[in-house]
């Protein structure tokens, strides 16, 4: 039988891809890594590495491997979980990536609700894009993952691989310091908008695209709060999410996102989802911290993103 230490090793190097970066995740030196790979090529009697360039890549006999290991590891995380789901209270360490938003108006919310009915659990929040967060659930460096997905620019699933869970949809408002008619009145303003290649970048874009104009993207920033400061003073216009106003009215004008809906939607709204590798969603741990967000959310203001007295219609 294989030794499942190795295993993980050569699944650690198909994620990460250098031995210096397996050597860092898993706390060990990098010859004590290439040891490790070694005798794993001396059990199984075949190469599992060859030279690509400067670096390594796996053969096929490795890709056999890393699956079937694959496969032993949500066995043993759906072990794990019926396990813990035996004990009388919920204890442990859950690790969290979440983006801004998420991050500032309901990771808060969730740690108070934890902190009163379930002290023993521990959590360790990092604010993390999805691009860079959901990779981090495959190297188990992340547990669970607060996502958002866009009209149009939906993520692949890997049903295989993660559990989706919807947590909320948050409407996509658009942004104004002085009223306007409709967007393509917007086509001489600058913008602010996330990177470039993001999928909230896509999503803008295409909008003002089926308005038939392309959007001067003068400020680019991750920080939705950046947006929301430079639309307040003038200075841009945005889409920003519902969510950016959870503990404070906005000093902005806002509507519901004119413009062609995307790819079917009944609306301009961004999908909030908690995804985590699949086999784990019976974990008391996750199910536990769902509950705490899911609460959260049902703690937000009910407000849609601006006090009902400066609600107005597009004419």
């Known amino acids: ?11 650690e190097l198909k994620y990460r891809g250098t031995l210096a970066a397996v050597a860092s995740a898993m706390s060990y030196s990098p010859s004590a890594v290439s040891q490790q790979l070694s005798l794993l090529e001396s059990e199984v009697g075949a190469p599992l590495l060859e030279r690509e360039g400067r670096g390594v890549r796996l053969t096929p006999q490795a890709e056999i491997l890393v699956a079937r290991t694959e496969k032993a590891l949500r066995e043993l995380e759906r072990a794990e979980a019926e396990i813990a789901a035996s004990l009388y209270e919920v204890s442990g360490t859950i690790r969290v990536a979440a983006f801004q938003t998420a991050m500032l108006a309901l990771m808060p919310t969730a740690l108070t609700w934890l902190r009163e ?30 996502a958002e997905t866009f009209p149009g620019h939906v993520r692949p699933v890997r049903a295989s691989e993660f559990e989706h869970h919807l947590l909320c949809e948050d409407a996509m408002r658009l942004a104004t310091p002085a009223p306007v008619g409709s967007l393509a009145d917007l086509a001489e303003r600058p913008w602010v908008m996330e990177p470039a290649g993001t999928p909230a970048r896509a999503w803008a874009t295409a909008i003002c695209h089926a308005a038939d104009f392309e959007p001067d993207v003068a400020y680019v920033s991750a920080d939705m709060l950046v947006h929301a400061r430079l639309v307040e003073q003038g200075h841009a216009v945005a889409f920003l999410p519902d969510m950016l106003w959870f503990d404070r009215a906005p000093g902005l004008l806002l509507d519901r996102a004119p413009g062609p809906l995307l790819d079917g939607s009944a609306g301009h709204t961004r999908t909030v989802l908690a995804t985590i590798r699949a086999g784990a969603g019976e974990h008391p741990l996750i199910q536990t911290f769902l509950t705490a967000i899911r609460h959260a959310i049902g703690e937000l203001p009910a407000r849609t993103g601006y006090p009902p007295h400066r609600r107005r219609r597009h004419h």
Request: charged fraction near 30%; charge should be neutral.
């Open 1 to 11: 039988m294989y030794n499942l230490r190795r295993l993980e090793v050569l699944r």
């Open 117 to 146: 009915n379930h002290a023993r659990i521990r959590v360790e929040a990092t604010q993390a894009e999805p691009d860079t967060s959901l990779p981090g659930l495959l190297t188990r460096d992340f547990d669970l993952v607060i």
